[in-house]
């Protein structure tokens, strides 16, 4: 089988591989957030909005949201597959889907950019 | 979780852009409905980050067999129980 490398088309592996790496960012973004509430007796805006102003942490912050749309794409990509079987309705509702995701993004990012 | 990311995306956005925002947040998170939102996406976050855990443990080859896939499935339930509660205490 001869197996085509010259297209941008995504494949399984690639989509598994993207789910997992994905997670693995979000859950340490999880764990840095849970430890920084914990050892933060009261949150002020001062503190709170300084977190998110070192460059690191909107980088962080913005990877995290990246890592959140292409988690959701692919998942409910397997979701959609395995219940919704019509093609026509399928591609409806994957294309709100995806469009609310990226739109986390683009609030995201338009958030820490004024920050 | 990705409707309840509406809310977290929302409340995030005004909390971070002004002290008026971070005081509207505030008070919502202190009533009633922001509590019930925040337990419930926490508690669907930690149930998911456990499953995705032990679906990690699968990939390596464990608890494939029937036993061993039921006694983990099992375990992850009973953490996310027991850690819904423990954020259930710390919010409320």
């Keep these: ?115 | 979780m990705f409707f309840a990311l509406l809310f977290v995306i929302w409340a995030w956005a005004e909390s971070v852009s002004s002290p008026d925002g971070f005081a509207f947040v505030q008070e919502q998170m202190s009533g009633v409905i922001g509590k019930i939102i925040a337990i419930g996406t926490i508690s669907a976050l930690t149930y998911h980050i456990l499953g995705g855990l032990r679906h990690l443990v699968m990939d390596m080859g464990h608890w494939e067999e029937l036993e061993s896939g039921n006694n983990s499935a099992k375990i992850v339930i009973g953490l996310w129980i027991v850690l819904t509660i423990v954020v259930g205490v710390l919010l409320c």
């Design chain 1, 1 to 115: 089988m001869l197996t085509n490398q010259a297209s941008f088309k995504r494949d399984g592996v690639q989509d598994f591989v993207t789910v997992r790496a994905t997670a693995i960012i979000m859950t340490a973004f999880t764990f840095y957030m849970l430890w920084f509430f914990l050892s933060t007796p009261t949150v002020t805006y001062e503190i709170w909005h300084d977190l998110f102003s070192s460059l690191a942490m909107k980088v962080f912050t913005f990877a995290a949201l990246l890592s959140i749309m292409m988690h959701i794409r692919i998942g409910f990509w397997q979701v959609l597959t395995d219940y919704v079987k019509a093609p026509g309705i399928r591609a409806v509702v994957q294309f709100f889907i995806n469009l609310v995701a990226f739109s986390y993004v683009a609030v995201g990012l338009f958030v820490l950019w004024g920050l």
